[in-house]
């Protein structure tokens, strides 16, 4: 498949078969990430976040699955409650916000809003884009969230409730998606961070396109500007630009420091020895603090029935590992990720570098 409309994609694809399986996508991401890149192919850059593929493995939703591309599906339910709840209105109501996922949202933004403290970075006045047409967002007290958002705020604020965080400015995340958490960090100017987020291609190309729309061409630099660079230093980049959206093969030759590394989900769905490089690039940078979330029980291993799994699921465990110089501040679950029904925890994991 060439792709005509998005040279720069194409460059990136490209250059990254000439690149170490280390920054090469495992099974998991080969599949989520080809089913993307044909959506993109069929479709338009502008809508990337209700494309089919999207919602299935980059943009996560509150909703029961497929309410949104198929709400037809749940009318034969409600035509059954309808009776039986001898027609009450305010009930139908409930359950229309249940499915649609409002009842789950705000309860996050419940807790976002019991936890959140007058300190940088800020959140209490950034409100989410409709940059890439979502199909779902929730408008809480005139500002907007989707389920990603909510992720990160809730994450950002798990830091402060465990350490000061008003000398955090140099951000990094590797799979950081479409660029949320640098939407957020950048959204409000009294945080004065810069941003880094490396990821593979396509996705490495959606959140270049949607931070440089947020924010302008001039104060985002991404692979385009950068590809041709044998060494990328974070205090020079961060004299002329805001944030920078990299692919994953330029992560080595970052240079200098950082103050907080992210990684939401992401890691626990690639294989050990892919995030133990990731992880080993990232203490090269000494980031003081270090922001993890992966599910306690390890991602599902693939088989013949499920090919979209890992081999060898990341555990908490395996982090203690990777960063031998970090000491364990907390984990959490109930409060700030995420108890699935049938018992998985979507654990995040805040880690300090030892004095």
């Known amino acids: 498949m060439t792709l005509k409309r998005y040279p720069l994609l194409q460059q990136m694809i490209d ?10 996508p495992t099974q998991f991401w080969q599949i989520c990430s080809a089913r993307l ?9 502008e809508k990337f976040r209700s494309l089919p593929s999207s919602l299935s493995f980059f943009v996560p939703t509150y909703s029961y699955p497929n309410y949104y591309m198929d709400p037809k599906r749940f009318e034969p339910v409600k035509n059954t409650l309808w009776p039986l709840i001898e ?3 305010l009930f139908m109501m409930r359950f229309e916000n249940l499915i649609a996922g409002k009842i789950h949202a705000f309860a996050d933004y419940r807790t976002f809003l019991a936890s959140s403290t007058d300190s940088s970075p800020y959140t209490d006045l950034i409100s989410e884009s409709n940059v890439g047409e979502p199909i779902e967002q929730f408008l809480f007290d005139g500002r907007k969230f989707s389920r990603s958002f909510l992720n990160y705020l809730l994450g950002i604020n798990f830091i402060k409730k465990n350490t000061p965080t008003d000398k955090i400015k140099t951000v990094m995340e590797i799979g950081g998606g479409f660029g949320t958490l640098g939407e957020i960090l950048l959204g409000d100017k009294r945080n004065e961070c810069f941003y ?3 990821d593979i291609p396509p996705l490495a190309y959606v959140s270049d396109y949607y931070l440089k729309i947020l924010f302008g061409d001039e104060n985002i630099c991404g692979y385009g500007e950068l590809k041709g660079d044998e060494s990328l230093d974070i205090d ?4 002329r630009y805001k944030a920078l959206s990299l692919c994953s093969w330029q992560v080595p030759k970052l240079q200098g420091k950082i103050d907080l590394f992210v990684n939401f989900i992401s890691f626990q769905e690639m294989e050990p020895d892919i995030v133990e490089n990731y992880c080993e690039n990232i203490r090269r940078l000494k980031p ?3 922001l993890l979330r992966n599910l306690k029980e390890g991602k599902k291993k693939k088989d013949k029935k499920n090919p979209i799994g890992v081999t060898d699921p990341i555990l908490g465990r395996d982090y203690n ?4 110089e970090y000491e364990l501040m907390d984990a959490n679950t109930t409060v700030f990720g995420y108890e699935t029904e049938d018992g998985f925890h979507s654990e995040l994991r805040l880690y300090k570098l030892s004095d």
């Open 15 to 24: 250059d990254m078969g000439q690149q170490s399986s280390l920054y090469k």
């Open 37 to 45: 890149i044909e959506d993109l192919n069929k479709s338009r850059i």
């Open 87 to 89: 027609q009450n209105k």
């Open 196 to 198: 880094i987020n490396a």
């Open 236 to 239: 020079d980049l961060k004299e």
């Open 288 to 290: 003081e603090f270090i």
């Open 321 to 324: 590992n990777y960063f031998p």
